[in-house]
């Protein structure tokens, strides 16, 4: 067990590790990036999102929710996306429990520009360049 203050290797930051610091990253680039903030559920309802089943993490190829989609496991981590996508949705409904977010990169490996940080019953209907990477937070 790896105590806070206890040298260790680089050997001993395994995949779960860096996941943690990514989407720590990840939550404190999104909390800074206002203007990147996705809309409210309160303009839409999970029904309006096709293929997008209530409390899940959803992305498709196209704007405006349209064309071929895929979903991300919550709290999975770092997903390099099927396909580049240009529209996400999170249909998790506000409201008490932990947090679950979405957060889309141009970069494969959740690198390059942040795009957008869904949180919980917030969606993007255009990205502004393709989603090439997701990484998905509790």
Same mark, same amino acid.
């Given at each position: ?5 206890t040298?260790?290797?680089p050997k001993?930051c395994?995949?779960?590790?860096r996941?943690?610091? @990514?989407?720590? !990253?990840?939550?404190? !680039?999104a ?5 990147l ?5 309160s303009?839409? %309802?999970?029904?309006? =999102?096709p293929?997008c089943p ?11 929710f349209?064309?071929k989609?895929?979903?991300f496991r919550p +709290? ?6 099927? =396909?580049?996508?240009?529209? +996400?949705?999170?249909? =998790? ?17 959740? %690198? +390059?520009? !942040?795009?957008?940080? !869904?949180? @919980?019953?917030a ?5 502004p360049?393709? +989603?090439l ?6």
């Open positions: 067990m790896i105590m806070w203050g040298p260790h290797s001993e395994t995949p779960m590790k996941s943690l610091g @990514r989407a720590a !990253l990840a939550l404190a !680039l909390a800074s990036a206002t203007a903030s996705a809309s409210p559920a303009a839409t %309802t999970p029904n309006d =999102f293929d209530k409390h899940s993490l959803c992305a498709w190829s196209e704007s405006d349209k064309g989609v895929t979903t +709290g999975g981590g770092c997903f390099d996306t099927p =396909f580049p996508i240009r529209s +996400g949705a999170n249909t =998790f409904p506000y409201g008490g429990g932990i947090d679950v977010i979405l957060v889309i990169y141009t970069g494969k490996g959740c %690198t +390059g520009e !942040l795009l957008v940080n !869904l949180s @919980r019953g969606y993007k209907d255009s990205l360049a393709e +989603g990477s997701a990484e998905s937070a509790w």
